[in-house]
């Protein structure tokens, strides 16, 4: 019989619970304490092969300090696919995590400005399509 594969909703909900709980720093088995589970049930919930129940999303968000529609994109429409999977799968990542973190650091928005201009600069491949999705109001690029 084939493993049933995991619904791309719990997926995304499950990457949001990392992202967030990466982003503050706090570990599987410290998220796992408070909620009174075992990290491997993190792990599963992360990946979206368990789903998480609406209570226990409630805790999650209480814990990692964000609304309920912290984990779901459009007000909890669900995920739209493409470049906000993209932007999902860069913000999972180590490298992304850490950008993000010190990006967000950096308060003077020239400073921004100049980061995401040497950004562009150093890119290899594709930056004439994505050109124009980096124009971002609120960085003044």
């Given at each position: 019989?084939?493993?049933?594969?995991?619904?791309?909703?719990?997926?995304?909900?499950?990457?949001?619970?990392?992202?967030?709980?990466?982003?503050?720093?706090?570990?599987?088995?410290?998220?796992?304490?408070?909620?009174?589970?075992?990290?491997?049930?993190?792990?599963?919930?992360?990946?979206?092969?368990?789903?998480?129940?609406?209570?226990?999303?409630?805790?999650?968000?209480?814990?990692?300090?964000?609304?309920?529609?912290?984990?779901?994109?459009?007000?909890?429409?669900?995920?739209?696919?493409?470049?906000?999977?993209?932007?999902?799968?860069?913000?999972?990542?180590?490298?992304?995590?850490?950008?993000?973190?010190?990006?967000?650091?950096i308060e003077d928005p020239n400073i921004r400005q100049k980061?995401?201009?040497?950004?562009?600069?150093?890119?290899?491949?594709?930056?004439?399509?994505?050109?124009?999705?980096?124009?971002?109001?609120?960085?003044?690029?």
């Amino acid at each position: 019989m084939k493993a049933k594969s995991p619904n791309s909703i719990d997926v995304y909900v499950g990457n949001r619970v990392r992202v967030r709980r990466k982003t503050l720093g706090m570990t599987q088995h410290g998220l796992a304490e408070l909620l009174g589970i075992t990290f491997q049930q993190i792990q599963k919930y992360e990946k979206g092969t368990n789903r998480i129940g609406a209570s226990r999303l409630q805790k999650i968000s209480e814990i990692l300090r964000v609304p309920i529609g912290f984990f779901f994109e459009n007000g909890g429409s669900g995920p739209i696919e493409g470049e906000t999977s993209e932007l999902n799968k860069f913000l999972s990542s180590k490298e992304g995590l850490a950008l993000n973190k010190a990006f967000i650091a950096i308060e003077d928005p020239n400073i921004r400005q100049k980061l995401v201009a040497l950004a562009k600069s150093l890119a290899v491949t594709g930056l004439s399509e994505i050109d124009g999705e980096l124009q971002d109001p609120v960085i003044g690029a």
